[in-house]
């Protein structure tokens, strides 16, 4: 798919040569390195790698969700598109209480935000879907 934005590809370099696409006019491949897995690494060896990871880059390895900053996603819409708000679904007496500890949890750690419908009109919305995963927590889908 091309497009006249400057946007974020979505095939990278390895991509395109593996599905064989043409590279834009003008480009050119100097140097390809193709890198192998080695299985000549140690257990011990790769704790001591795993380590050394998690020392250098705490932030990647914390318990939370991270956040990607300087970074504003873009929605690309045709203008024609009329907004559209639909109901929310029934959830079932039983989720509910874990529904709305899980809602809850998603807006402490910043992933949702809470809109206020009598000072914000909202034009576009989509109705949650719940299902329980197998290790009894639930999975909330939009």
């Not at 497009?3 to 140097?31: M, N, S």
């Not at 790769?46 to 873009?74: C, Y």
């Not at 809850?104 to 919305?125: F, H, K, M, Q, Y």
Request: aromatic residues 6%; negative net charge.
């Amino acid at each position: 798919y091309v497009t006249e934005q400057d946007d974020v590809p979505l095939f990278g370099l390895d991509w395109c040569l593996a599905f064989k696409l043409p590279l834009p006019p003008g480009a050119k491949i100097c140097h390809l390195k193709q890198m192998s897995v080695s299985n000549n690494i140690e257990e011990g060896e790769t704790n001591s790698i795993i380590d050394q990871l998690q020392k250098e880059f705490p932030l990647l390895f914390e318990d939370r969700l991270g956040a990607i900053k300087g970074h504003q996603a873009r929605i690309h819409i045709k203008s024609d598109v009329i907004p559209k708000a639909f109901r929310p679904r029934n959830i079932p007496l039983a989720l509910q209480d874990q529904v709305a500890a899980e809602l809850n949890r998603l807006v402490v750690e910043g992933v949702l935000e809470p809109v206020d419908t009598t000072v914000t009109p909202i034009s576009w919305a989509s109705p949650i879907v719940v299902a329980l995963k197998s290790n009894g927590k639930l999975r909330i889908c939009a």
